[in-house]
C-alpha cells in the first residue's frame, strides 16, 4: 500500500531525520563546534564523534554492500567523473558560510527544532541559493566552472571514484574489501586513542546513532527502488538540495511527490523538536541586529551554492559519500575546513590573514 502510494520514501527520510535530528541536539553533534573546539580550546571530541559517524558509517555500509541490500555504485557520489574543482571551491565557500551562520544547514535544522527562527532564515536561504545553482541562474556558472573541468578517472581504469576501485585498478586486483579495512583501522586508532572521548558516553552515542542513521539511507532507498515501478534515486543524508525541494513542494504543485530528502529535512526539524521539549531547551531566537542577519543571509547562501558544487555538505560529503570512501570526501572535507577557518579569522579576528597564524589558546590549553 505505501509503495503504491508513493510515500514510502518520504516515511522513510521522515524516520532517518527524526533519528538524527533527535540525537544531534540531544548530544550536541555539531560540525562547525567541532572545528571550533578544536582551534579555539584543543578539544578533539567533537572531531573523533564526527569520525566515528563516518567509521560506523563505512563499516554498515560495507555490510550491505557484501549482503547484497545496497549497490553503492548507484550513488552520484561515485560517478567516474570528478568535479575537482567544485570539491575546492564549493567546499571553501561551504566553509566559509557556514563559519558566518555558526552552523551548516543540518546543524540550522536542528536549531529550527529548538525554536530558532535564524535557523528558519538560513535553511530558506539555503535551499534557494541551492536551486538557484543547481537548475538556475547560478547554474551557468557551475556548469563553466565545475562540470566543464570534471576529470573523468575511468580514463585511469577506474570505473568509479571510490578508493578502493582507484587502489584496485593501481594494483590490477580486487583490493576494495582490504582498503575499507585498513580506512576502519586508521580511523579506529585514531579516534579511541582518546581516553576523554573513550569516556565521553554522549559524543560516543552522536557518532554511532548518525553513522547508523547514514547507512539506513543507503538501505531504505535501494529496497524501496528494487520495489518501485518509478524511478528512485539511490541517496542518504545531505542537507544542501533537500531543503529547496522541500520549499518546491511547498509553494509549488510540481507533479511529484516529496522524496527521500524532503521527508529527511522535515525529520531533522521533528526530532530536535522532541530532543528540545525533553531538556526544557525550546525558546524563541532571532538576530540580534542587522548585521548578524546579513552575516546569516550570506553564510546561507554561500553554503547553498558551495553546497552544490561541492556535491554535498558536512553531512552529504563528510558521512555519506564518505562510507563510500569516495576520493572527493576528504578533498571537500579539508575544503570546508579551510573555509571555516577563514570564516572564523575573519569574524573573531578581523581579516582572513588570521587564518594562516598559530591560533593562541588560553592558559592550560
Not at 581504469?157 to 582490504?178: K, W, Y
Not at 576523554?196 to 558516553?201: L, T, V
Not at 509549488?252 to 523538536?273: C, F, W
Amino acid at each position: 500500500m505505501l509503495m503504491e502510494s508513493g510515500l514510502a520514501l518520504p516515511l522513510a527520510g521522515l524516520i532517518a531525520g527524526t533519528a538524527m535530528g533527535y540525537v544531534a541536539r540531544r548530544y550536541h553533534f555539531c560540525t562547525m563546534s567541532a572545528l571550533e573546539r578544536r582551534w579555539y580550546a584543543g578539544d578533539d571530541n567533537g572531531l573523533r564523534a564526527w569520525g566515528l559517524a563516518i567509521m560506523v558509517a563505512i563499516v554498515l555500509s560495507q555490510a550491505l554492500s557484501l549482503a547484497g541490500l545496497f549497490e553503492p555504485q548507484q550513488s552520484f557520489y561515485l560517478s567516474p567523473s570528478f568535479g575537482w574543482t567544485g570539491a575546492i571551491l564549493g567546499g571553501v565557500a561551504f566553509g566559509f558560510g557556514m563559519a558566518l551562520v555558526g552552523t551548516c544547514g543540518f546543524g540550522a535544522l536542528v536549531r529550527l527544532g529548538g525554536g530558532s527562527l535564524r535557523g528558519l532564515i538560513v535553511v530558506v536561504i539555503l535551499g534557494l541559493s541551492a536551486l538557484a545553482a543547481q537548475r538556475g541562474v547560478v547554474a551557468i556558472g557551475r556548469v563553466a566552472l565545475v562540470d566543464s573541468q570534471a576529470y573523468d578517472l575511468s580514463a585511469l581504469g577506474s570505473p568509479d571514484q571510490s578508493l578502493g576501485s582507484f587502489v584496485s585498478a593501481i594494483a590490477g586486483r580486487d583490493l576494495s574489501f582490504t582498503v575499507a579495512v585498513l580506512v576502519v583501522t586508521l580511523l579506529g586508532s585514531w579516534i579511541f586513542r582518546s581516553s576523554a572521548f573513550r569516556h565521553d558516553h554522549g559524543k560516543i552515542i552522536a557518532g554511532v546513532g548518525i553513522g547508523a542513521v547514514v547507512a539506513f539511507g543507503w538501505a531504505a532507498t535501494s529496497w524501496i527502488a528494487a520495489r518501485s515501478f518509478d524511478p528512485v534515486q539511490i541517496e542518504s543524508a545531505s542537507f544542501v538540495v533537500p531543503p529547496g525541494d522541500l520549499i518546491l513542494q511547498i509553494i509549488a504543485v510540481t507533479g511529484s511527490l516529496p522524496d527521500y530528502g524532503v521527508g529527511l529535512v522535515l525529520g531533522v526539524v521533528v526530532g530536535a523538536a522532541a530532543a528540545a521539549v525533553q531538556r526544557r531547551d525550546v525558546r524563541w531566537e532571532a538576530c540580534d541586529d542587522a548585521r548578524e542577519l546579513s552575516r546569516h543571509l550570506a553564510g546561507a547562501a554561500l553554503m547553498g551554492v558551495g553546497g552544490v558544487f561541492s556535491l554535498g555538505c558536512t553531512i552529504g560529503q563528510g558521512i555519506s559519500a564518505a562510507s563510500l570512501l569516495s576520493i572527493s570526501a576528504p578533498i571537500v572535507l579539508i575544503s570546508i575546513a579551510i573555509g571555516a577557518r577563514l570564516g572564523l579569522a575573519y569574524i573573531l579576528e578581523g581579516s582572513v590573514r588570521y587564518a594562516f597564524f598559530r591560533i593562541e589558546r588560553g592558559p592550560g590549553k
